[in-house]
């Protein structure tokens, strides 16, 4: 079983519309939490950490749920320069003082005029 | 801006060839990472130095080798370059108590 499951999409939305989808976890102790986002050929990049309260950032609202272990990521008001694939990110402690970041899969994202 | 930056894009290597993979980093991270992405299986962490000639396994270290002999550079080798290990291999930096890394634009390695 992987450690990091995501939805792979895509999922296509029209502009101005809402998305949002979901990233479940294996690991319970697993500590920090966060979406990367990566553009068709191009290397990820930090887009949002995931905090226990959920957080928002401009159109993007991030949601952590321990209990059932899964992430979620919201789009507001799609863009075309939204379509990317989405990398949910967990980040494991290892008996290291520094953990080690899972990566998911990624999930595709098509905004469509 | 941080930049992290990889030797090559795209390399074409055959069957039991050594290959080196350079990555080099301008912001004095601690942190360095090399990853191979596949699709399907994201992003899969094969080793990572948190200082200068100190490494660790990370979860598929078979087959490779990496070395940290200056504090902005790592480099991932493949002794004897298999098919298997066709793939894109990005290299990411950060810093020590961080958990934004910085990756470089990768290298899709093929091995025919």
């Known amino acids: 079983r992987k450690e990091v499951e995501q939805d792979p999409g895509p999922f296509n939305v029209p502009e101005g519309a809402t998305v949002a989808f979901n990233c479940t976890y294996s690991?319970?102790?697993?500590?920090?939490f966060f979406w990367y986002r990566q553009d068709c050929r191009k290397e990820p990049k930090l887009l949002m950490s995931?905090?226990?309260s959920g957080n928002e950032d401009g159109r993007f609202t991030a949601q952590l749920n321990r209990a059932s272990q899964y992430i979620s990521l919201l789009i507001r008001d799609s863009k075309l320069s939204d379509s990317a694939t989405y990398l949910c990110?967990?980040?494991?402690?290892?008996?290291?003082?520094?953990?080690?970041?899972?990566f998911g899969a990624g999930t595709q994202v098509v905004v469509t005029p | 801006d941080v930049k992290v930056t990889q030797s090559s894009r795209y390399l074409v290597k055959r069957t039991g060839e050594k290959v080196f993979l350079e990555c080099v980093q301008d912001?004095?991270?601690?942190?360095m990472f090399w990853y191979r992405q596949d699709p399907g299986l994201g992003l899969r962490l094969i080793y990572f130095?948190?200082?200068?000639?100190?490494?660790e396994k990370g979860d598929i270290p078979e087959g490779y080798s990496v070395s940290r002999e200056k504090k902005e550079r790592f480099s991932l080798i493949l002794e004897s370059a298999s098919t298997n290990q066709t793939s894109m291999y990005l290299c990411?930096?950060?810093?020590?108590?961080?958990?934004?890394?910085?990756f470089g634009p990768g290298t899709r390695l093929t091995v025919t």
């Open positions: 995931v905090y226990s």
């Open positions: 912001m004095d991270h601690e942190n």
């Open positions: 130095s948190y200082d200068v000639k100190m490494k």
């Open positions: 990411a930096s950060s810093f020590k108590n961080s958990y934004e890394q910085y």
């Open positions: 690991n319970s102790a697993s500590q920090s």
């Open positions: 990110v967990v980040n494991v402690m290892t008996t290291d003082s520094w953990g080690k970041l899972q």
